[in-house]
């Protein structure tokens, strides 16, 4: 087993045993900060540094080896690349959250171009702050709308009938900010 790279590594072991979402933060609550690194740059980006300026949505994707994605977590990370501009344009930043390490995090997005900002979370230390649980070797998907006052708007857990939020969802949940 090694550290965080390949499929059978530390993490894998760490979030095999399945495990619902627990003390996930409500709607409403204040969301909790973190710090995590960012593919392509030297400082890690911090969720309280968005706070009074724009609206967040965060992104928990599923994603085991740089060649190795969920099922249901691959087209979602495609259709929020095809829509990041759509967020952009209604004030908000999009931040994709996985827990792969360091260079199976720059692989991701060289491979798919992805133009939001990718952080990592081997650890999954941010993955458990927001409770979503974990299944089979990785953290589940959520994703999460934060005001820019740092208060959860909108929260979708994963579930086999509706693994991620659609974009579309995500749009009309930004748009209720702006009103």
């Not at 059978?8 to 995590?36: E, K, M, W």
Request: aromatic share 12%; net charge negative.
């Amino acid at each position: 087993m090694t550290e965080n790279t390949g499929l059978f590594n530390r993490r894998f072991a760490a979030n095999f045993i399945p495990l619902p979402p627990l003390q996930v933060p409500a709607v409403g609550s204040t969301a909790p900060d973190f710090s995590l690194p960012r593919i392509g740059s030297e400082d890690n980006v911090k969720l309280s540094d968005y706070q009074s300026k724009q609206p967040v949505v965060l992104a928990f994707t599923r994603i085991f080896t740089e060649k190795l994605f969920c099922p249901f977590c691959y087209p979602h990370i495609q259709d929020l690349k095809t829509g990041y501009q759509k967020i952009r344009d209604k004030g908000a930043e999009l931040l994709m959250i996985s827990s792969t390490d360091l260079v199976q995090s720059q692989q991701v997005v060289e491979q798919l171009s992805l133009p939001y900002p990718f952080l990592f979370d081997p650890d999954c230390h941010t993955f458990r702050r927001y409770g979503v649980g974990q299944a089979l070797g990785a953290p589940l998907p959520a994703q999460f709308v934060i005001n820019s006052e740092g208060r959860i708007t909108f929260r979708h857990l994963f579930s086999f009938v509706d693994s991620n939020a659609e974009l579309d969802t995500i749009l009309a949940e930004l748009d209720k900010l702006a009103k």
